[in-house]
């Protein structure tokens, strides 16, 4: 796999404040988390809604137009560690303009969590003579 720290000092990115995608060995992305919100529903789908200049938005769509939906990659927000991930799509490219900053454009990024944490298998006892009948 290629070293990330490779690829951050050749792109000028700071891995702490980077969101990182990885398809395969060596396909790597990273994109700036400094105008970006991440929603995850109930169903484990996420969005990671970037506000990027057109520039990298271009790449960030580039980037995913070669992916299947359902392919499975990893994220990594700021070295937190790698989370599996399933492609779910991309919103269309929509253009933010404003007279205080350069123009930027919205785009969204759907995944669907790839591992689901089993629910709680904790019950409360059921007989009056376990060792467990005194917990409250």
């Known amino acids: 796999m290629t070293d990330l720290n490779d690829i951050a000092r050749e792109n000028d990115v700071n891995l702490e404040n980077c969101v990182v995608f990885v398809r395969g060995n060596d396909d790597i992305l990273a994109v700036d988390i400094s105008n ?16 990027i200049a057109p520039k990298k938005a271009l790449e960030l769509e580039k980037y995913f137009s070669k992916f299947a939906t359902g392919e ?33 454009f ?22 009056a003579c376990c060792e467990f009948c005194h917990i409250d």
Do not use: W
């Not at 970006?36 to 506000?51: E, K, L, P």
């Not at 969204?108 to 059921?126: G, H, M, N, R, W």
């Open 36 to 51: 970006a919100g991440i929603r995850q529903r109930s169903d484990d789908t996420m969005g990671f809604t970037f506000s």
């Open 72 to 104: 499975k990659f990893y994220f990594d927000i700021s070295q937190t560690g790698y989370r599996p991930v399933y492609y779910r799509g991309l919103s269309p490219m929509t253009k933010e303009v404003s007279s205080e900053y350069h123009p930027k």
């Open 106 to 127: 919205n785009i969204t990024l759907f995944a669907q969590k790839a591992i689901v944490e089993p629910e709680d298998s904790y019950f409360a006892p059921t007989c």
